[in-house]
């Protein structure tokens, strides 16, 4: 039985969806006014991976992930590059789609944009103010009265009295409490070139909180199963969900709310405040993409991950070991299951076991990695195809090790820049020299592509090379 850590509850609760066999899920996305950085790398890894197990455990699921495509930030952006809001935002989620694809993610089966839901928006704001939790301030601005909706908090812990106003916007003047949060931003005569649409309110664009709930309800309905994002959207993002939800629609939203833990670097957190803000772009200039995603996946998703070469390093190296395993042995036939594709597993096998209990104890993948290299030891061992076929068909729910191994370990950047013409040519070169019994010349070969960042492996079968 699959457990699930529910930050509501704060404990793990066995996960029962409310319609047996489906699971809805709903993932707070991306701010498109920028290229995604390794925060955002974490955020899709993480419910990618959730996305891939729960279809290998048989649900169908419904995944949604919204794209966040007007806010503040976005309209300063655009002023600045002086470019329309939609060439910004369509730029940034291309270039969004093309990290995420080279990550291993797989695509969300919905990504509503927020600026497609402004009618239901309206629709949920109307209803907020319908039953009392809402109100027009001075300033012409709709604002949700936090007070007046019992339970605000429960998902953070904190007390009404140590909260305060989360909006990402400026506070304003006019609010009955600076607790409240903005639902509808009037448009203000002094910003004519403000984005903006047409309400019983007057002109004026959503706040943030409310385009998720909205967009939650509209394609899940008004009760689903899973709610997830990284942690910093716990609190107001999260908490101003359940409360306009719950506050429109008077029932529970939400059964299942999971948040991955921040991203570190070098032990302290990533913010472009300390200048350890780095984008998935310049991370993939040095790494691999699979090495990234192995990198994030190796700590449990609810745990901090600290960012640093000498992490990256070894899990390029852990990584490698994997694939060297599987290099020389070709596995039976076609896959014995693929497990992200719905083809049956046979779970009654002993490393399957404890793949699926690792996995099935809220989504512990550091456990579940370790069974991947009990595999790779008895590869190793046993040069078993079925063993290899195993190992490769449990790490495709995590989505590592598709590739072809000798591409792998082939690819990257060599330090001395060879390629792999001069590469093979010195390895005939190496080949020659033990043949004329010249041991000190072959040596020296081994040595030379050892020093640009070549490997040679001697084997029965010949010699094979790889890169670090």
């Given amino acids: 039985m699959l457990k699930i850590y529910n930050t509501l509850t704060r404990d793990k609760q066995e996960f029962t969806p409310i319609v047996p066999g489906t699971v809805g899920m709903y993932v707070c996305g991306m701010t498109v006014y920028d290229y995604c950085h390794l925060g955002h790398a974490r955020v899709m890894v993480v419910f990618d991976m959730v996305y891939r197990w729960l279809k290998a455990s048989g649900y169908d699921v419904n995944y949604v992930r919204n794209i966040t495509d007007i806010d503040d930030k976005i309209i300063r952006r655009a002023a600045e590059n002086n470019e329309s809001i939609h060439a910004l935002t369509q730029r940034f989620i291309d270039a969004m789609h093309m990290d995420a694809d080279a990550l291993g993610v797989q695509r969300p089966d919905h990504e509503p944009r927020a600026t497609q839901f402004v009618p239901e928006m309206?629709?949920?704001?109307?209803?907020?103010?319908?039953?009392g939790l809402a109100y027009r301030a001075a300033d012409g601005d709709v604002n949700y009265a936090v007070r007046k909706f019992d339970g605000y908090g429960k998902l953070s812990g904190k007390s009404l009295e140590d909260l305060r106003a989360g909006?990402?916007?400026?506070?304003?003047?006019g609010k009955n409490d600076p607790l409240d949060f903005v639902l509808w931003k009037s448009a203000k005569e002094s910003e004519a070139d403000e984005v903006k649409w047409d309400s019983k309110w007057g002109k004026g664009r959503p706040g943030?909180?409310?385009e998720c709930s909205a967009m939650g309800t509209e394609?899940?309905?008004?009760?689903?199963d899973i709610h997830g994002g990284g942690a910093d959207l716990q609190f107001p993002h999260h908490e101003n969900e359940i409360a306009q939800?719950?506050?429109?629609?008077?029932?529970k939203f939400v059964n299942y709310w999971m948040h991955n833990g921040f991203v570190r670097v070098d032990e302290e957190k990533m913010s472009k405040s300390l200048g350890n803000f780095f984008t998935i772009r310049e991370v993939l200039?040095?790494?691999d993409a699979e090495v990234v995603r192995f990198f994030i996946l190796r700590a449990h998703y609810r745990s901090p991950l600290n960012y640093s070469d000498m992490h990256l390093d070894d899990a390029k190296g852990a990584l490698t070991r994997l694939y060297t395993a599987l290099k020389s042995i070709t596995p039976p036939g076609p896959p014995l299951t693929r497990g992200a594709g719905g083809v049956a597993v046979d779970w009654n096998a002993p490393h399957a076991q404890s793949f699926k209990a690792a996995m099935d104890d809220d989504f512990n993948t550091p456990e579940a990695m370790?069974?991947?290299?009990?595999?790779?030891?008895?590869?190793?061992?046993?040069?078993?195809a079925e063993a290899a076929a195993q190992l490769k068909t449990l790490a495709e729910m995590l989505g590592l090790l598709q590739r072809d191994p000798q591409a792998f370990l082939q690819g990257g950047s060599a330090k001395g820049g060879?390629?792999?013409?001069?590469?093979?040519?010195?390895?005939?070169?190496?080949i020659a020299a033990k043949k004329a019994k010249n041991f000190a010349e072959a040596d020296r070969i081994r040595k030379e592509l050892l020093e640009t960042g070549i490997v040679l492996e001697d084997s029965a079968n010949g010699t094979t090379w790889r890169r670090i």
């Fill in 418 to 430: 060879l390629d792999d013409a001069a590469i093979n040519a010195q390895i005939e070169a190496r």
């Fill in 219 to 224: 394609i899940l309905g008004r009760h689903f």
């Fill in 370 to 384: 370790a069974v991947l290299f009990d595999l790779a030891n008895e590869v190793n061992r046993t040069q078993s």
């Fill in 167 to 173: 909006e990402r916007v400026d506070v304003v003047e």
């Fill in 122 to 131: 309206l629709d949920m704001i109307a209803r907020l103010e319908s039953n």
């Fill in 285 to 287: 200039k040095k790494y």
């Fill in 245 to 251: 939800s719950e506050g429109a629609h008077q029932c």
């Fill in 208 to 210: 943030w909180h409310i």
